[in-house]
Each structure stands twice: as C-alpha cells, then as structure tokens.
C-alpha cells in the first residue's frame, strides 16, 4: 500500500459524459501528479500540481482539466468523453527532495470505461 | 522530445537471471527509475539509479546504466514466479519545481516454473 488513494476504482459512463477522479496523496506530500495508461499510449504523464499550483502540463487534452485543494486532494476533471479516453488514471504523489531525487508514489489507479 | 524504449516481452525460467533493456534519449536526465507493475495493480518502485553511476546493486537487483550509449539495464537474479509482472523504465524530466516522469512501453516478464 502505497498510501495514496484514488475513488473510484472503476468507472463505466457514455460518450459526451464528464467524470470526475479523485486522489489522496499520502500524508505530507505536496505534489500531485495525474497519469494515463491506455494501451496504444502506454503511460503518459498529465499534470503535475504542487501545494495548490500547477507546476508541469503533460500530454493533457483540453478537455481534461485537474485542479490540486486546500487540503492536497486532487481532482482530475474529464468531460466530453470520447471511446478513446477508456484508460486506467493514476495518480501519484512525492515530497519535493531538496537533491533532486524525486520519488513518486503511485495510486492503485482508477479505470474509465466509455462506451 | 523524450523517449523511452524497451523490449515489449521476455520469458525466462524460473532460477535464471532476468535482464530488462532500455534506451532513453534525453541526456540531461538526472534520475533513472525501474518500476514494476503486477496485473490489476498500481506502479511499485523497484530501484533508481542517479546519473552520475555505472551500476547500482540492490539484493537481487542490479541496474547498470551506459550514459554514453543512453543504454538502462535491469538485472533480476535468481528469478521467482512472483517476478512476473510489467517492467517499466522512466526517466526524469526535472526544471523548476517540476517533476515529469517519462515511461517506456514496459516490458512484460514472464516466468516460467
């Protein structure tokens, strides 16, 4: 158990529909990192928010947005679902190093299934 | 921008040594990270090795980096059954406060009794 958490663990909705994916980072944590694992992309990396702000954008689509709260939950908004957005989201969070290291922790993940 | 390769597949038996390859591009990375991935789980990170290394040694794990031939090596003796699982290399993009973590296709192990 990686300490981090992630709701829903599986999510089944239509096309044109907008869900909303949550995480917990572990404890002490500041930054959160949001990532999607689809078979023909494999593992690409999303956003990233540190104590509120975002920090780095990855391959996120506009229709994706996430946004990090006062009490370091993250939320990862995806709407105007299309077949191709089916994918497991995971989440992961680290404490910022001062060395460089940076050691994500990652989520048990959260599977989207559009149909 | 950044890319990570690995070999999709490899299958050994059980008690050999497993060796997972991986080729990265970018050169200014200053963390190399191995993580593994079992069936319905999330990422588990198995070892890092730092840049400035050749070789890093961790029980039944061994990672050896060529930074000249950008060439990632993971090494896994004695391997078990419950070694079976996806192998994934990643690379560090790192600039600011951020942390940007570049993942190959992974490279799924299979173990045979």
């Known amino acids: 158990d990686s300490g981090v958490t992630q709701t829903p663990k599986h999510l089944i909705t239509a096309t044109g529909q907008r869900v909303t994916l949550r995480c917990s980072p572990r404890s002490g944590d500041l930054s959160v990192y949001w990532y999607q694992q689809s078979l023909d992309q494999g593992l690409q990396f999303l956003i990233q928010?540190?104590?509120?702000?975002?920090?780095a954008k990855g391959n996120i689509l506009e229709r994706f947005s996430a946004q990090q709260f006062p009490d370091l939950h993250s939320e990862l908004n995806l709407s105007s679902l299309e077949l191709g957005d089916s994918a497991l989201y995971f989440c992961?969070?680290?404490?910022?190093?001062?060395?460089?290291?940076?050691?994500?922790?990652f989520g048990p993940g959260t599977r989207l299934t559009v149909l | 921008g950044e890319d990570v390769e690995q070999s999709l597949f490899l299958s050994v038996r059980e008690g050999d040594s497993s060796v997972i390859n991986c080729t990265y591009t970018d050169s200014s990375s200053t963390y190399l990270y191995w993580y593994k991935q079992e069936p319905g789980a999330g990422l588990q990170l198995l070892t890092y090795?730092?840049?400035?290394?050749d070789m890093k040694q961790d029980q039944r794990l061994t990672v050896l980096l060529n930074k000249k031939d950008k060439h990632l090596s993971l090494r896994i003796a004695d391997t078990q059954t419950g070694d079976s699982a996806i192998y994934f290399c990643?690379?560090?993009?790192?600039?600011?406060?951020?942390?940007?973590?570049?993942f190959g296709k992974g490279t799924k192990l299979s173990v045979i009794p």
């Open positions: 090795i730092f840049s400035n290394m």
């Open positions: 990643a690379e560090m993009y790192s600039g600011a406060g951020s942390y940007q973590l570049t």
């Open positions: 992961a969070s680290s404490v910022q190093g001062t060395s460089g290291y940076n050691e994500q922790f």
């Open positions: 928010y540190y104590n509120g702000e975002e920090r």
